[in-house]
């Protein structure tokens, strides 16, 4: 089955800096890779997600990054901002039109410091 | 448009004891997965739906965890016996016809004394 794993568990940054999350997969029939924030004690919430066709994505001050070849793609927020703290998980799957279940990685804290 | 409804969000119980939760997709909402989420750990996935066929239950550990989705739309998830390992968040989420996407719940913290 598929195994995904993520890097770092915590990150700290300042307000206003980048903040990059990493991940890799290892079945490369995995095809949908999306991200979710978790606060604390709240459900997962989608934030961005990418499918296998696009090497790279962006919304606002988020962006996401494919590559297929290495199976591993990243998260990247700039310009961070206090709001922006939270548990973020990435997730791969296989769809073949309908939703494969997702397998997570183990989430990164993300601290940012004022 | 409401998100997916679970209830109860919290239940403490003893070992042994059954214990029940309940989901309510998101209307329209064809497919329908229960995840477990341990404490810092990301959600792993118990029982997929398409409508009221249960097609990936692998990771579902049948001796105890039983899960039904009699009319297509609610779900429910049972433990009998709960063991104290069981503590944990139990997450439904839901997800659209020929789309990637789903939408999550809030859970359901369950505590085995």
């Known amino acids: 089955g598929e195994n995904v794993e993520q890097h770092p568990s915590t990150l700290s940054v300042q307000e206003g800096d980048s903040a990059v999350i990493k991940c890799t997969y290892s079945?490369?029939?995995?095809?949908?890779f999306p991200w979710y924030k978790q606060e604390l004690g709240k459900r997962p919430q989608l934030i961005i997600d990418?499918?296998?066709?696009?090497g790279e994505k962006k919304d606002q001050r988020i962006a996401v990054t494919l590559n297929k070849t290495a199976k591993h793609f990243s998260l990247h927020i700039t310009e961070t901002q206090p709001e922006d703290s939270a548990v973020y998980f990435c997730?791969?799957?296989?769809?073949?039109?309908?939703?494969?279940?997702?397998?997570f990685g183990k989430g990164t804290h993300l601290i940012i410091q004022p | 448009e409401a998100g997916v409804v679970q209830s109860p969000r919290y239940k403490i119980i003893e070992k042994k004891q059954p214990v029940a939760f309940w989901c309510n997709p998101i209307?329209?909402?064809?497919?329908l997965y229960w995840y477990l989420q341990n404490l810092g750990q990301g959600p792993e996935l118990l029982i997929r739906?398409?409508?009221?066929?249960?097609?990936?239950d692998s990771q579902l550990p049948k001796d105890r965890f039983s899960a039904e989705r009699l009319k297509g739309v609610d779900s429910t998830l049972k433990i009998q016996p709960a063991e104290l390992g069981d503590s944990a968040v139990y997450l439904c989420?839901?997800?659209?016809?020929?789309?990637?996407?789903?939408?999550f719940g809030p859970g359901t913290r369950l505590t085995v004394l």
């Open positions: 989420a839901s997800s659209p016809d020929n789309t990637d996407t789903q939408y």
């Open positions: 739906y398409e409508n009221e066929e249960a097609v990936d």
């Open positions: 997730a791969a799957s296989y769809s073949g039109g309908g939703a494969d279940g997702l397998t």
């Open positions: 079945d490369s029939a995995s095809n949908y």
């Open positions: 209307s329209g909402h064809n497919t």
């Open positions: 990418i499918r296998s066709n696009v």
